[in-house]
C-alpha cells in the first residue's frame, strides 16, 4: 500500500486532520486521534472503547466472527475486545453496585478469618491420654522392669 | 442546602471504562436531531461505499487470491511499525519507561538481597535449621 494510505504522525493542521479522516474512511468531524503524549499513537484515530460483544449480532457483517466490515476503522485495542476477551457490554446491575457488594462481601469474610486467626475458639481440650502405661513397651520400655504406674483419673 | 434533582437513571448508571450504558438509558438513541441524522445518513453513506468496493471485488469472475483489507494493513502498521517513528520522549514516557524497564529489576534485586541477608544473619547466630535436600 502507497505510503499516503498507511498511518502517519499526528495531524497538526486542520488540512491533515481532513486527510487523514478520509485516509481512516470516517467523517471529519467523527475522527478524533489520539492526544500527541508522544506515546506512539500517530494519528490513529480514537475509537470508542467498546467490545465487539457490544456490535449488533444480527447485521450482515462482511466478517462475521469479527463483527467487522470491510475498510472499518479498526479499535486500537481490536485484540483485547474480540468476543473470546474483554466485554463492555452494559450489565444489568450497574457496575459501582456490583463491585461495592463485592468488596463488603470480601471484607467481611477476611475480617472474619482474621479475627478467628487472632481468637479462636473451639470446645476444651486437654491432653492426649495413651492406654498401657502410656505406651511403654511401644516406646521401646524394658519388658523385664516393671513400667512406672500411670493414672488418668482421680476418684 | 437543598439537594439537587434526583440522578437521571444513566447518570445512576455512571457507566465507566468496564461497562457501557445501556441503549436503553442512552439519550443518544432517542429524538435524534436533524444534525445528528444527517452525521448518520453520511456514516451510512461511507459504509455503503466500502460495502460496495468489497461485494465488487467478491463476486468478480476472476478473484483476486487474497481481498486484503485496508483497515486491517492499517492497524497491523500503526501498533508495529508507526509506534517508534511517533514516539517523543517526555517527562511522562520517560518515567513509565524507566519504571517499568528497570523497576522489576531493582525492585527483585533488593528482595532476594534482603532475603539472603536474614537468612545469612540467621546462619551466623546458629538459629537457622537448614532444610532436608534429597540430592
Known sequence: MSKDLLPGPYPRTPEERAAAAKKYNMRVEDYEPYPDDGFGYGDYPKLPDKSLHERDPWYQWDQPEMRHNWGEPMHWDFDMYLRNRVDTSPTPVPWHTMRKHFLIFLSTMLIMFGLGEIYPSYRPVGPKQYPFNDLYLERGGDPNKEPPVVTHYEI | ?135
Open chain 2, 1 to 135: 442546602m437543598a439537594a439537587g434533582p434526583p440522578p437521571s437513571a444513566a447518570e445512576a448508571y455512571r457507566p465507566n471504562r468496564y461497562v457501557s450504558l445501556p441503549a436503553e438509558l442512552d439519550p443518544n438513541t432517542y429524538d435524534l436531531s436533524p444534525e445528528k441524522r444527517r452525521a448518520e445518513a453520511e456514516r451510512l453513506a461511507i459504509r455503503a461505499r466500502l460495502k460496495r468496493q468489497y461485494q465488487l471485488q467478491l463476486n468478480n469472475p476472476n478473484p483476486p487470491t487474497v481481498i486484503e483489507d485496508p483497515a486491517l494493513v492499517r492497524w497491523v502498521y500503526a501498533r508495529t511499525q508507526n509506534v517508534y517513528p511517533t514516539f517523543r520522549p517526555t517527562p511522562k514516557t520517560s518515567f513509565l519507561g524507566a519504571l517499568y524497564a528497570i523497576g522489576p529489576i531493582v525492585f527483585w534485586i533488593t528482595v532476594l538481597k534482603a532475603d539472603r541477608d536474614r537468612k545469612e544473619k540467621l546462619i551466623k547466630e546458629g538459629k537457622y535449621k537448614r532444610p532436608l535436600s534429597v540430592l
